[in-house]
């Protein structure tokens, strides 16, 4: 069974950092694209940052010269680095991996964690 676990998230003032985790475990054969989505109340679940394979990555216009994305593979392990928070930051962050297991190919999300960005 595949799971991606992450962890990082909490309260942080405006301007502040967190560095948020995603481990995934499991019989895992090979990992593709990563990512990170975010999803605020009452509204739709929007992408942050991706990440390739091969290392290329692309992030929404909102968090772009703030967030960094980076993974490591040795690990199954993707970060997403937040820098520069805003209240408007504030959501449930999601982690997202595609990825080969037992000779299929998933989409698998991560439960969710909660950053909130105020005084």
């Known amino acids: 069974q595949v799971q991606l676990v992450e962890s990082g998230g909490g309260l942080v003032q405006p301007g502040g950092s967190l560095r948020l985790s995603c481990t995934v475990s499991g019989r895992i054969l090979s990992l593709g694209n990563m990512g990170w989505y975010r999803q605020a109340p009452g509204k739709e679940r929007e992408v942050v940052a991706t990440?390739?394979?091969?290392?290329?990555?692309n992030f929404a216009d909102s968090v772009k010269g703030r967030f960094s994305i980076s993974r490591d593979n040795a690990k199954n392990t993707v970060y997403l680095q937040m820098n520069s928070l805003k209240p408007e930051d504030t959501a449930v962050y999601y982690c997202?991996?595609?990825?080969?297991?037992?000779?299929?190919?998933?989409?698998?999300w991560g439960q969710g964690t909660q950053v909130t960005v105020s005084d």
């Open positions: 990440m390739m394979s091969g290392g290329s990555s």
């Open positions: 997202n991996a595609h990825l080969w297991y037992s000779g299929r190919y998933g989409n698998f």
